[in-house]
């Protein structure tokens, strides 16, 4: 019995990690469907999300340094999701832009360039060190699941998993029902078609960016508050890749379940397999996965069905 | 009263002498000039690689996404200059291309698809909803289809889809491109007969880029027969459908290999006429 809660307790602490991987995966996928760019700076904006929320809430930050205060958390939310959305319409006018008629390995690179760009900025702006984030969630384990259950459950695991079920669902809403989530689905599928009929694409850029800088600052949100703001937040991104594999780089439901399973996988497989093979099986459990995907199943688990027909 | 009469024979679309060169280096269209009068349905003649598309690409402006440019030359709507407009721009105005080989949203419905069609309008859901009506009537197969994906649907119907998507953007012209293609006659015969309905009752002018030459020349009131990036002859499609050298070369009444239009004598002929 106790065995058994102990597992539970393992795959629910793989499922938070495994939350983080899926917003992470879940930002790429949304910029490769609409744009065919893949987006090496995903990981870069979790952690650039991060440093600008900490910012307005503390007072060693520019913020406070400029204006003289700082931002109530339900203030500094907000007013970060607007640098990303900024930030977001400055990558488009400053780089997707010259580069819209170019390879996709050229648009690639230039995310590369955009990740070395924003890790050195965050730097140079915020320093390196790491910066506690506390934007309220409660620590500590959840009483109640303790008391009745006798499971240990971190509340902030609780708190990051219902947000992120908020977080998809609110996109889900929005893809499936406003005109501009159909224009997003639009330009996923047929870009020239999409223009045909007056979607301008880097208006659709801007707000794909947007969408997934505002997902990467829920992820840098939720990160920062279990490990601090660190550089080291950006590495997730590395992380990203074999759960993209594994879900398909083009299916959203594929990155929130692959994300899971990794997480969870990586865990249970540090848990029980890792003492008989002398550990460490959560720094290469991803990635050995994704190669066993790569053999097998190459369009991932939810690799979009692509349509034939004459 | 001579002003109306003359604003009414004004051309609503008019491409004048333009030359598009693709990739910087390959020059496509060499000097293409054609009028698209108010309320008619003219027909871009011509066989396959003669720049049909390339002429409606660069009235629509969707060229740029080809790395293509229009490098001489003036495009005019409704008496503007609007070479410089993008395709949104464009839409919003009226003027909208069906691509060739139709590129629905394979993975929108179809219903879906017809309102992407709006995508530029501001008049509100309900003008939207009532066109969205509108198009059903005119493609009763549409609306049995509405929430099927696209990509599952006929080639017909998604010929259907692609020429309702462009109608919901309450257009005064469609650039339509190759409706024709891989479609059974039946149904091509089917999709030209609401082209015509479309433009007598509802008041679209089309301009339609077709290698079926007689079938499009049936429908048009206009002709313009495209060789090589030049227009070679044009007039009433009623006249070109009974030229002999259209009829020679684009209908094979003579067994010889032509290759090209210009091999027919009776062609030279004209031609020097012409000049
Ligand atoms: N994107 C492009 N880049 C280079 N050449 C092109 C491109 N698109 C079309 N062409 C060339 O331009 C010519 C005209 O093509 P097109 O306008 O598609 O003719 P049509 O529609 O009459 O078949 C062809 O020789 C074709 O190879
Ligand atoms: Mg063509």
């Known amino acids: 019995m106790a ?109 590369i360039g955009l990740a070395f760009v924003l890790e050195g900025l965050g730097d140079l702006l915020f320093g390196s060190d790491v910066k506690p984030l506390d934007i309220g969630i409660p620590q500590g384990a959840s009483d109640w699941l303790l008391d009745n259950f006798n499971l240990y459950v971190e509340k902030l695991e609780i708190v990051a998993a219902a947000t992120a079920a908020v977080l998809v669902t609110a996109l889900a809403i929005f893809f499936q029902k406003t ?132 | ?73 003036s495009i005019t709507f409704q008496g503007e200059d609007v070479q410089s407009l993008s395709p949104n721009e464009l839409v919003r105005r009226g003027v909208i291309q069906v691509m060739e080989g139709r590129h629905c949203f394979e993975h929108l419905t179809v219903e879906e698809n017809l309102l992407t069609g709006a995508y530029t309008r501001t008049d509100g859901r309900s003008r939207v909803a009532e066109d969205l009506d509108l198009v059903y009537q005119y493609f009763p197969r549409l609306k049995e289809r509405r929430t099927s994906q696209a990509g599952y649907t006929s080639g017909g119907e998604q010929q259907m889809v692609a020429v309702g998507r462009a109608l919901m953007a309450r257009p005064a012209v469609i650039l339509l491109d190759e409706p024709s293609m891989g479609l059974a006659p039946q149904l091509v015969e089917e999709i030209f007969e609401i082209v015509k309905r479309l433009n007598e009752d509802e008041g679209v002018t089309f301009l339609l880029a077709e290698q079926n030459t007689m079938m499009a020349l049936r429908y048009a009131n206009y002709g313009y027969i495209l060789e090589n990036g030049r227009v070679v002859m044009d007039g009433e499609a009623s006249v070109l459908a009974e030229n002999e050298d259209v009829k020679e070369f684009y209908l094979g009444v003579s067994g010889d290999d032509r290759r090209s239009f210009r091999n027919v004598k009776a062609y030279r002929r004209r031609k020097r006429w012409l000049s």
């Open chain 1, 3 to 111: 065995f058994d809660l102990f597992l539970l307790e393992v795959v629910i602490s793989g499922l938070m990690t495994g939350v983080m991987y899926a917003l992470v995966a879940l930002g790429f996928v949304l910029i490769f469907k609409a744009s065919g760019v893949f987006n090496f700076a995903q990981g870069v904006l979790a952690l650039f999300a991060a440093l600008a929320l900490y910012d307005f809430l503390a007072e060693d930050g520019w913020f406070f340094a400029v204006f003289g205060f700082t931002l109530p958390v339900w203030l500094a939310i907000p007013a970060t999701a607007l640098i990303m959305i900024l930030l977001a319409w400055v990558i488009e006018r400053a780089v997707l832009r010259f580069l819209v008629k170019q390879e996709e390995i050229i648009l690639f690179m230039a995310t």
């Open chain 1, 179 to 310: 005109r501009v989530g159909r224009a997003l689905r639009a330009v996923a599928d047929d870009h020239q078609a999409a223009l045909s009929v007056g979607i301008s694409l880097d208006k659709i850029w801007v707000i794909v960016w947007s969408v997934s800088g505002i997902v990467a600052l829920v992820a840098g949100i939720m990160w920062g508050s279990k490990s601090g703001v660190q550089f080291s937040l950006s590495l997730i991104a590395l992380k990203a890749l074999p759960v993209l594999i594994l879900g398909g780089f083009t299916s959203v439901p594929g990155a929130i379940v692959g994300g899971l399973i990794i997480g969870v996988g990586e865990k249970v497989a540090e848990v029980y397999v890792g003492p008989l093979v002398g550990g460490a099986i959560e720094n290469w459990f991803a990635y050995v996965l994704a190669l066993g995907f790569l053999l097998f199943r190459p369009q991932g688990l939810f690799g979009e069905r692509i349509i034939e027909r004459v």
């Open chain 2, 1 to 73: 009263m001579s002003a109306v009469i003359q604003s009414e024979r004004e051309a609503l679309l008019s491409v004048n002498n333009i030359e598009v060169i693709y990739d910087h280096v390959i020059l496509v269209l060499k000097g293409v000039s054609l009028e698209v009068m108010k309320g008619g349905v003219v027909a871009l003649l011509g066989a396959n690689g003669a720049g049909k598309s390339t002429t409606l690409k660069a009235i629509s402006n969707l060229l740029g996404a080809e790395r293509g440019d229009v490098t001489k030359g």
